[in-house]
């Protein structure tokens, strides 16, 4: 079992910026992707980006390519989504989710575990 807590949404401006993290306990997390969803009111779950096992293969969903990173720190057991130059159209709840598998994807379906997720509201 793996339990993900997320952290660090909240409300901001068009154009700020902010950091979410996504801290998982459990089996063993260096080994699996790591991935942010979103979902908005109305809409399904979408995904943002994912990162790798090891952390050297990243994708980006093309609406936060070049604003969004993704990160992690395996020995802290975190993955960190930094959210720069935000826009309305980002405003969602915000959800970490981990794979069992070393490859990154793209794919909900393909994640083992999710957590509770984070607001984030951008104000214009």
């Known amino acids: 079992q793996v339990q993900l807590v997320e952290s660090g949404g909240g409300l901001v401006q068009a154009g700020g910026s902010l950091r979410l993290s996504c801290a998982a306990s459990g089996r063993t997390f260096s080994r699996g992707a790591m991935g942010w969803f979103r979902q908005a009111p109305g809409e399904e779950r979408r995904f943002v980006t994912t990162?790798?096992?090891?952390?050297?293969?990243?994708y980006y969903a093309d609406s936060v390519k070049g604003r969004f990173t993704i990160s992690r720190d395996n020995a802290k057991n975190t993955v960190y989504l930094q959210m720069d130059s935000l826009k309305p159209g980002d405003t969602a709840v915000y959800y970490c989710?981990?794979?069992?598998?070393?490859?990154?994807?793209?794919?909900?379906?393909?994640?083992?575990?999710w957590g509770q997720g984070t607001q984030v509201t951008v104000a214009s």
């Open positions: 989710a981990a794979r069992m598998y070393f490859y990154a994807s793209t794919k909900s379906t393909d994640y083992d575990y």
């Open positions: 990162i790798s096992g090891i952390g050297g293969t990243t």
